[in-house]
């Protein structure tokens, strides 16, 4: 299959999928509108509003009602951070230039926004919980290494939109979702880089269409 064909089809395919869940959002928000204080959105200006004094300790007697909305919040985000990841997955396997795919990788990409996300929530106002994390993310860090620097594009996309979710900044996570695949699959059908005796890039460096690359 040609490269320009494949991409139609697969922005196509994305964008329905991306399109349907925006849609199922809008019918949400319209004729549920009591549900909405349960959607994990308007986590940023909750921490604008916080002003410097944002990190306190956790309290841990907090009421019943205070839990169940958090509880509820929380699982409304894995179900986004489901949603919002499945693509960027979908343009590994579109974009890899290896004959098989790193399955290790494309499941570290999947589960690890839900990592993030629950992590979030557990350390969020919480200096001392922050810092223990850290330290732990830093003892299981080297053991990890990435076979391409590419791949740690879709590790931090990962991490981001688990992050956005985890503070309730929903939309968030879905701008870093949207981003991340269509700049990613714009650069993969146009070969961005790949000769530099191109036209465009020959002018922009100085070098001839003959020169030994």
């Known amino acids: 299959m040609r490269k320009s064909t494949r991409i139609t089809s697969t922005l196509f395919l994305i964008t329905i999928y991306y399109g349907f869940f ?12 009591g549900f909405t ?3 994990p959105i308007g986590g940023i200006d ?3 509003a916080g002003g410097t004094d944002i990190f306190q300790p956790v309290d841990i007697v907090a009421e019943h009602s205070a839990m169940f909305l958090n ?9 986004g951070v489901a949603v919002l990841i499945v693509p960027v997955s979908w343009v590994y396997f579109i974009t890899t230039s290896q004959r098989q795919v790193d399955q290790s990788l494309a499941q570290t990409i999947v589960v690890l926004p839900f990592v993030v996300a629950g992590i979030a929530v557990i350390v969020q106002n919480n200096v001392a919980l922050a810092f223990s994390l850290a330290g732990v993310v830093a003892a299981v860090g080297f053991r ?3 076979s391409e620097p590419a791949h740690a594009l879709y590790i931090f996309s990962a991490i981001a939109i688990g992050l956005g979710a985890g503070i ?16 990613n699959l714009t650069l993969w ?4 880089g790949a000769r530099l005796n191109s036209p465009f ?5 100085g070098r001839d269409h003959d020169d030994d690359l």
């Open 189 to 192: 059908r146009l070969d961005y």
């Open 144 to 146: 990890f290494r990435l």
């Open 46 to 48: 909750g921490l604008l």
């Open 71 to 79: 509880a509820a919040r929380l699982s409304i985000a894995m179900v």
């Open 37 to 39: 204080s349960y959607l």
């Open 201 to 205: 890039f020959s002018f922009l460096t």
């Open 168 to 183: 309730s900044a929903l939309g968030i996570s879905a701008v870093i979702s949207v981003t991340f695949v269509a700049v």
């Open 22 to 33: 925006l849609f199922l959002f809008a019918v949400v928000w319209e004729f549920f509108p």
